[in-house]
C-alpha cells in the first residue's frame, strides 16, 4: 500500500524558515517524481514544485509563487522528500501536501499545516 | 502560463441527476487534463486523468471528455457521496495549476 506522511509544519513568523518532510513506503520511492502542492484556507489546490527522480536527473520546478525562495530535496535511501520553505510569508500559510509524480497526481498524503503569522 | 478556468462554481442537484462541470484551457493542452474530487479536511482525490482515462477503482458514473482547451467531467446517476468538490488541473506544461473548483450542493 501507497502511503506519503508529512511531517513539519507549525507557526512560524514571516521571514523565516521551516522545513517538511514527506515519508514514503510502499513502493520503489527512487523511481519516482515527487511533488508538494498546498491549499491555503477555504482555496483551491496550488502546485508548489516538484523533483524528479535521480533516473531524470533529480532536477527541480517550481511555482513562480515560490521559486528562489522554496528548495525540494530528495534522500532515497531513505524514502524521504523534503521542502525546505525560507523567506516565508503570510501568504505562505496553507496545508502542504506532498504527492507521488510529476504532474498527475494520485497517491498524497494527509497534509501539514503550516502557518505564518507573526 | 496556461489558465484554467473552470464552471460553474458551484451546483445544486439531486440524488439521481447527471451533472456536467466544464474547464477551459487558456491554450491548447491536448488531453493533458485531470479530475480531481475532494472532501473537506482531505486531500484530493484523482478521478480522470488524461482528459478522460478512468483511474482504477473510480465508479464508472464518472468519466471525461474534451481536448484541445475544453473539458468536461460528467457524473450519471449522481450518489450521495458525490456532494463534493471538484477540481480540473492540466498536465500540458510547467506551471501546473487547478481550475477554480466546482462545489456540488444537494438541492
Known amino acids: 500500500e501507497v502511503r506519503l506522511e508529512e511531517s513539519g509544519g507549525g507557526l512560524e513568523q514571516p521571514g523565516r524558515s521551516l522545513k517538511l518532510s514527506c515519508t514514503a513506503s510502499g513502493f520503489t520511492f527512487g523511481d519516482y517524481a515527487m511533488s508538494w502542492v498546498r491549499q491555503a484556507p477555504g482555496k483551491g489546490p496550488e502546485w508548489v514544485g516538484f523533483?524528479?527522480?535521480?533516473?531524470?536527473?533529480?532536477?527541480?520546478e517550481y511555482a513562480a509563487s515560490v521559486k528562489g525562495r522554496f528548495n525540494i530535496s530528495r534522500d532515497d535511501s531513505k524514502s524521504i522528500a523534503y521542502l525546505q520553505m525560507n523567506s516565508l510569508k503570510t501568504e505562505d500559510t496553507a496545508v502542504y501536501y506532498c504527492a507521488r509524480g510529476a504532474t498527475s497526481w494520485g497517491y498524497w498524503g494527509q497534509g501539514t499545516l503550516v502557518i505564518v503569522s507573526s | 502560463d496556461i489558465q484554467m478556468t473552470q464552471s460553474p462554481s458551484s451546483l445544486s442537484a439531486s440524488v439521481g441527476d447527471r451533472i456536467t462541470i466544464t474547464c477551459r484551457a487558456s491554450q491548447n493542452i491536448t488531453k493533458y487534463l485531470n479530475w480531481y474530487q475532494q472532501k473537506p479536511g482531505k486531500p484530493p482525490k484523482l478521478l480522470i486523468y488524461?482528459?478522460?482515462s478512468l483511474r482504477s477503482g473510480v465508479p464508472s458514473r464518472f468519466s471525461g471528455g474534451g481536448s484541445g482547451t475544453d473539458f468536461t467531467l460528467t457524473i450519471t446517476n449522481l450518489q450521495p457521496e458525490d456532494f463534493e468538490t471538484y477540481f480540473c488541473q492540466q498536465s500540458y506544461s510547467i506551471p501546473l495549476p487547478f481550475g477554480g473548483g466546482t462545489k456540488v450542493e444537494i438541492k
Open positions: 488524461g482528459a478522460s
Open positions: 523533483i524528479r527522480s535521480k533516473l531524470y536527473g533529480g532536477t527541480t
